[in-house]
Each structure stands twice: as structure tokens, then as C-alpha cells.
């Protein structure tokens, strides 16, 4: 059985009847339940991007030399496919994934996947598990896409085999009991990303070395931690995984302002998507560096309304509380915003079918 041109099935023999899935698929939350198929395509350096396979849902098998084991060439994608209102499916702007998928391959030295073999993975994977896609309010399938160093040599140099995986997980509403502003840890000690680094490229090494930084936020009261720049610990660049928007309202009028792409911080399609959905909605928007002590003071003299983070996961998660070594201020008196709730539903009705596509971002995929 084969579905398009390049993907070669075969079936998960030991499928979940409709009665388990049903029971499976309760209580989703993030992360946790994966779909029964995934996608493997192999590349090595004699014959490029080979066929890709649709496969069981199993274990690896690596040997232990393997370098992305020692050397971590290893990078990942993420987006959702959502349940549309005549019960079809639409993945929302999987070729912008794909390009930074192949641009975060670049910069590991890995070899790029062609964007339509990624969106092609994708599409053959959401046709086969369609009864993974979630249907209720919030609900979506996340599609994760990831690429891994497989040779066994631990000389230090590009590998000369890799392996891309594409897997789905349904994830149940991220605000399940309503939209919940977060408090953050403003980060001095520990930095994220530097220029000339890796920050703008989604590689496992990034996470790895953000780790204790997070949990030091959460020993300091916090969810969150916001990364600032590595060399002055001064102007802010990111909040976790996500980007952040700052509002600002002068006589009525709306402006956001969002970190400017530096090579530091990783260009989100959330965020690129809020900044063309703005003028839409009579926003102005600013990219440009933005500064702690802005952050403080504009907060303090009321011009700076909300703050919010934004990205594929929780779409936008409104910040209400910021916290550092000395102090703490509150934003929008801890509560979540109409700017951050209206570009939330904006996008979500998007997304859900339940508004028009003018960008052309939805990608039918049955
Ligand atoms: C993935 C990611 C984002 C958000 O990107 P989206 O495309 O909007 O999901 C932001 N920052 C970091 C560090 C990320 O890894």
C-alpha cells in the first residue's frame, strides 16, 4: 500500500478498536498519548533522502556510537493539525515548518529536507491516523517532526547517516479551565542563546541548556523563566519556548512591540502570524529591542497594558507577573487582557475553520 508518491506503508497490526481510542483520548493533556503510526525517512551520504516509510509506532534501535548520542546534531519541528467544521482536517502553515526545519538543518550541518517531502510526511501520516485528530473545543492533533545524527563514529564532524521521524500526539485544550496568565523569573545568570549560536535554529542542545534555568524559576515561585540577551542581561528575547508581545495603548491606540529577530532568538510562526493578523485588527507593530527596565517602568506608568507569550503549543499565554532578584511587579493586575484574548480567538477561529483563511495559512489535508 502506498499513499502519494514516496511513502511506502505498513500497518500497525495491533490497532486500537474505536472503543479504546475513545477511552485513550479522555483525557489528553499535552504530550503524552502518541499516534500508532510514524513516519522514517533515512538519508545517507551515497544516496540522499531515500524513500520514506510509514511504520508502527516502536522504539528505536541505535547503536551506541551513534553521534547524536555524543554530539547532539539533533533538531525538531512542531504544529497542529485541526479538526475542521465539516469534519476534515487542515495542518495550519506546515510549510513555514518545513523552512525552518531546513534552516535549523543548515546551521547543524545536517542535510535539509526538501519541503515538500516534510509536508508530504505529514499529510500521509494525519490521512492514516485521522481518527487520532480530536474534535472537542481547543483540541488538535501536534504533529512533531524530528531529524538525528545516526552514524557510529565519534570522530567530531557531520554524520554521514541521518534518520527523520514525523509522529503525532493528540493534545487535549492548553487552557482547559480557562486562559491563566503566568509569572516569570527574569534570567541573569544563565543564557539561552548567543550571537553566533544556535538560538534561532529549534535544536535539542537549546532545551538541554535551558533546563536548570527553568527549574530555578519554578524554586523561585515562577512558571516561566524570560531569557535576555547574553551580553548585557539587559533587553528580553524569549520566555521558554515562546515569543513574547508587549501592548502598549496611547490615546486608544494599540501598539505591540516584539523583540526584534537578532540570530539569537527563533523566528515562531505564531509570532509571524500575530504580526500579519495586527494591521487587521488596527494594531501598529514594533520590532525592535526591548529592554527590562522599559519592561518596569512603562508597566509602572500605565502605558505598558499586556504582555503575552506566544507559540504553536498554547497559541498565547498571557504574562501577569514578573519576578527577578530584587523584586516584583504585576502585569494587567495579574488577569489576562482583551488585546491577548481578542489575537487569541482571532487566530484560533482561524485555525478552527470558523474563520476566514485571507493569508492562506490552513493546508486541507482531507
Ligand atoms: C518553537 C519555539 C518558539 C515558537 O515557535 P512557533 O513556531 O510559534 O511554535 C519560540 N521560541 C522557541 C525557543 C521555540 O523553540
Known sequence: MTTGSTIEVTLNPKRMSADERARVMQNLGFGRV?????????????????KGSLVPYAPLTLD??????HYGQAIFEGFK????????IATFRPESNARRFATSATRLAMPPLPVERFVEASDALIRLERDWVPSGPG??????????????????????????LL?????????AQ??????????????????????AAKCAGNYAASLLAQQKAIEAGCQQVVWLDALEHRYVEEMGGMNLFFVYERGGRVTLVTPALNGALLAGITRDSILALAGELGY??????????????????????????????????????VKFDGGSWLIHGGEPGPVSSRIRDTLMAIQYGHAPDKHGWMHRVL
Open 178 to 199: 480557562g486562559v491563566k496568565p503566568v509569572s516569570v523569573w527574569l534570567c541573569t545568570d544563565f543564557v539561552r542563546a548567543t550571537p553566533g549560536g544556535t538560538g
Open 64 to 69: 551506541p556510537a551513534a553521534s547524536v548520542l
Open 81 to 88: 493539525a485541526y479538526r475542521q467544521p465539516d469534519g476534515g
Open 139 to 164: 483540541e488538535s492533533l501536534y504533529v512533531r517532526p524530528l531529524m538525528l545524527a545516526t552514524e557510529a563514529a565519534l570522530g567530531v564532524r557531520p554524520s554521514k547517516e541521518y534518520l527523520f
Open 34 to 50: 502518541f499516534t500508532e503510526h510514524m513516519v522514517t525517512i533515512r538519508h545517507t551520504a551515497e544516496t540522499g533522502w531515500e
Open 167 to 175: 509522529f503525532g500526539s493528540p493534545s487535549g485544550a492548553y487552557f
Open 284 to 321: 501598529q507593530v514594533e520590532e525592535r529591542r526591548f529592554a527590562t527596565d522599559e519592561w518596569e517602568k512603562d508597566v509602572a506608568s500605565g502605558a505598558l497594558t499586556e504582555v503575552f507569550a506566544c507559540g504553536t503549543a498554547a497559541v498565547i499565554t498571557p504574562v501577569g507577573q
